[in-house]
Each structure stands twice: as C-alpha cells, then as structure tokens.
C-alpha cells in the first residue's frame, strides 16, 4: 500500500499562485508515476499532469501548459505542482495520485490521496 498527504489548497485571487505538495509513504518503491487530477462540482475528474518517478518524464493538461509544473524530490518521496496565473474555472479539489505503470488515465491509478481543495476568486 502507498498514502499520499497532500497539503498546499487554499484560496487565491485569480492570476495568484499555489504550490500544491504530496507526500507518499509505505510501499513508495511500486511507484512508476504521479500524477495530480482536480475535480469541479458538477464536473469529472480530469488530469492535470503527470511525471513518471524514474525518467522524470512530464505531461501536462493543454488548459495548464505554461502555467503549471509538475516536479518531484526522490529523497523525500514527494510531487509538487506549482500553479501560476490561476484562474476562476481552475476552482477544484486536487488530488494527488499514484499509479503503478505510466499512464495518464484516472482508472490506472491505484492509489489517492485525501484531496485539497483549490479556490480561485475572480
């Protein structure tokens, strides 16, 4: 088993930012890829980017390239995103999450954390 902590949500004006962090612990070494999703009311859970744990290699949402980067620290067994130029329809719970295989699709990822929510005010 793997949890993830996430910390960071919080409240910012549009065009602010937030450094979103994830903590993972317990069978960290089945890792393969991280990834961050967010979820709108009324909305499905849609991926915002991902970063396979070995290459480092990243991908990214088209709504977030530019704005958003994804990284991670291998001592720490952690994943950061850093959000620039937020914006109001960015409004959302994030949740981190871990997959054993690189893949960019929700249903591969086997383990969640708790979420944190995201709330950009216009």
């Known amino acids: 088993q793997v949890q993830l902590v996430e910390s960071g949500g919080g409240l910012v004006q549009a065009g602010g930012s937030l450094r979103l962090s994830c903590a993972a612990s317990g069978r960290t070494f089945s890792i393969a890829a991280m990834g961050w999703f967010r979820q709108a009311p009324g909305k499905e859970r849609e991926l915002v980017a991902v970063?396979?744990?070995?290459?480092?290699?990243?991908y990214y949402a088209d709504s977030v390239k530019g704005r958003f980067t994804i990284s991670r620290d291998d001592a720490k067994n952690s994943v950061y995103l850093q959000m620039n130029s937020l914006k109001p329809e960015e409004t959302a719970v994030y949740y981190c999450?871990?997959?054993?295989?690189?893949?960019?699709?929700?249903?591969?990822?086997?383990?969640w954390g708790q979420g944190t929510q995201v709330t950009v005010s216009s």
């Open positions: 970063i396979s744990w070995s290459a480092g290699i990243r």
């Open positions: 999450a871990a997959a054993r295989v690189v893949t960019r699709a929700a249903g591969g990822y086997d383990y």
